[in-house]
Nanobody, 126 residues
Framework: VQLVESGGDSVESGGSLRLSCVAS????????IGWFRQAPGKEREGVAS???????SYADSVKGRFTISQDNAKNTIYLQMNSLKPEDTAMYYC?????????????????????WGQGTLVTVSS
């Protein structure tokens, strides 16, 4: 599976962005797909995910503000980010793996993810 992200940009606090991730290759071997982020000086953390049964999971820090969705016809997942805060500033990575989605929110879960995109930068200014 190959993942290509787009949509990162610089916005002001309170603004919105939508990230996209196009998946190609053998996507049938993916159980969970979604987004991680890594802020400067911090570990990579799970943000939002969706499993092959259509169940969504979110990090507590983004619940109510971020929404993950998918377009199966386009092999694309999206991350709609509203009410952005400066602490949302990070490199956002699309990820895919056979692990269960809830595991993505455990500490250092990134160590077990097998497929990554190249990342797209989101900067939120105050």
């Amino acid at each position: 599976v190959q993942l290509v992200e787009s949509g990162g940009d610089s916005v002001e606090s309170g603004g919105s962005l939508r990230l996209s991730c196009v998946a190609s290759g053998n996507t049938e071997r993916t159980y969970c797909i979604g987004w991680f982020r890594q802020a400067p000086g911090k570990e990579r953390e799970g943000v939002a995910s969706i499993d092959s049964e259509g169940s969504y999971s979110y990090a507590d820090s983004v619940k109510g503000r971020f929404t993950i969705s998918q377009d199966n016809a386009k092999n694309t997942i999206y991350l709609q980010m509203n009410s952005l805060k400066p602490e949302d500033t990070a490199m956002y990575y699309c990820a895919a793996d056979l692990t269960l989605c809830p595991a993505w929110y455990e500490r250092q879960a990134y160590r077990y993810i097998s497929v990554w995109g190249q990342g797209t930068l989101v900067t939120v200014s105050s």
